[in-house]
């Protein structure tokens, strides 16, 4: 492959909202030479204006406002190369905290998306860009833009084809009504978009190989797509320094409690497991649909509605594996972090994680709770099995760092660019 010049390429992301990924991918291709610029809907700089402003406000106030600014921030991310367009993104965040969800809430993020989407065609038109690199949702304008000027356009699909996930959340209406709600429709719009998307860009970056099936699955050429997994903080999320006790055995979950995570089978699963010795399944994340839902299986979980990111790796050190049996995702965060806390983990192909079967933990069937059953007394019998699985959970981690991720989409950037 010829050498390739990356300083003198402008790669434009962008995207509408606070997005962790995001954030590694802009800040990752400028610590990898590119000239990477960033347009999203609000991003804060620690070292300016708003900050200074911030560092006047009483006390408790300022404490409040430095962390909500902090998950706006990145440390990779040159601030002077990021541009926001803030308003359609308060709009969003004032929806969201009202507690408006379902398809209310799915048609404020369209909203939003489309505003940010030709926010970004408009700026495309005057400040071109070598590569456009847009995240599905909010990628349609903007990728319309760079293709007319000779830009190469590529789509960060962080889930699993939006018309998959949809066939997935009517079946589930029809198989656990009680739990219909925790998976609302999408405006026959919003799934034209992301067809459109599709249609239009040059490349896709996704996640997992489960996201790409659904992607191939509906016609999505597989030579235009590259499957680059996401990372983790491995000095953040790390085992605990002691040995976790051999007669406990505590399940932890960690995401919105709702069907899409297929927490009414994981419930199902602690509900047949009760009276196993040591045993406790510890549920963090808000809970989504109707409260209904959740009541027979009160006394089989502990809740934990709301912990800060800042102290949700503590959890995973408490816990003894990790179980989330996903119906639809991209590549789940939680996996990787709970890898690299060392726990075994218990999840589905869906979940779109790096856990290999019988190696760091078990892959098993959506939908299955003998499965899962199975899987969690095989672990709560055997304390060697547990503890084997999880040193084989931090080696695996230790290969999925936010470096690796970085330098990996890099260098893709590098095959596709180059003649």
């Given amino acids: 492959m010829a050498e390739f010049d990356r300083a003198g390429t402008r790669v434009l992301v962008h995207h509408p909202g606070s997005n962790h990924l995001a954030y590694n991918l802009v800040g990752g291709l400028q610590r990898e030479g590119y000239d990477a610029v960033f347009d999203t809907g609000f991003f804060h700089d620690p070292a300016g204006r708003l900050a200074r402003m911030v560092a006047r406000l009483p006390d408790g106030l300022r404490a409040r406002a430095e962390r909500e ?84 356009t590529v789509l960060n699909q962080v889930i699993g084809h939006l018309e998959h996930g949809l066939e997935l959340g009517r079946e589930e209406a029809a198989r656990a009504p009680q739990f219909a709600e925790s998976m609302p429709d999408s405006p026959r719009w ?81 509900r047949r497991l009760q009276g196993l010795p040591g045993l406790e399944l510890v549920l963090v994340g808000r809970r989504v649909g109707a409260d209904a839902a959740f009541a027979p299986y009160e006394g089989v979980f502990r809740h934990v509605p709301h912990v800060p990111f800042h102290e949700v790796h503590a959890l995973f050190q408490d816990a003894d594996a990790f179980v989330y049996p996903s119906l639809h995702e991209g590549s789940a965060f939680v996996t990787y ?71 990996r989409v890099a260098a893709q950037l590098d095959r596709w660019l180059s003649p």
């Fill in 190 to 270: 919003i799934v034209e978009r992301h067809r459109a998307e599709l249609a239009e860009t040059d490349r896709v970056l996704v996640p997992s190989d489960y996201v790409r099936d659904t992607l191939v699955a509906r016609g999505v050429p597989e030579a235009k797509i590259a499957t680059i997994p996401y990372g983790v903080d491995v000095a953040r999320f790390r085992p605990p320094e002691a040995k976790r006790p051999r007669d406990r055995m505590r399940l932890l979950f960690v995401g919105h409690l709702s069907q899409r995570k297929g927490i009414g089978y994981l419930l199902e699963a602690a």
């Fill in 69 to 152: 600014l902090r998950r706006r921030s990145n440390a990779l991310v040159d601030p002077a190369r990021a541009r926001a367009w803030p308003w359609a993104e308060l709009a969003y965040v004032a929806t969201a905290r009202a507690g408006l969800g379902g398809e209310r809430l799915a048609r404020v993020i369209g909203w939003r998306n489309e505003v940010m989407d030709r926010r970004v065609a408009r700026a495309l038109r005057r400040e071109p860009a070598r590569v456009v690199i847009g995240h599905d949702g909010s990628a349609l304008h903007a990728a319309r833009a760079a293709r007319r000027q000779g830009a190469l």
């Fill in 337 to 407: 972090e709970a890898l690299a806390s060392g726990l075994p983990v218990i999840t589905t192909p869906n979940a779109g994680s790096v856990v290999r079967d019988g190696e760091e933990g078990y892959v098993v069937p959506i939908r299955d709770v003998d499965a899962i059953v199975e899987r969690v007394e095989r672990l709560q019998r055997d304390p060697d099995l547990r503890a084997s699985m999880s040193e084989a959970a931090r080696r695996r981690a230790l290969d999925f760092t936010w470096d690796a991720y970085r330098r």
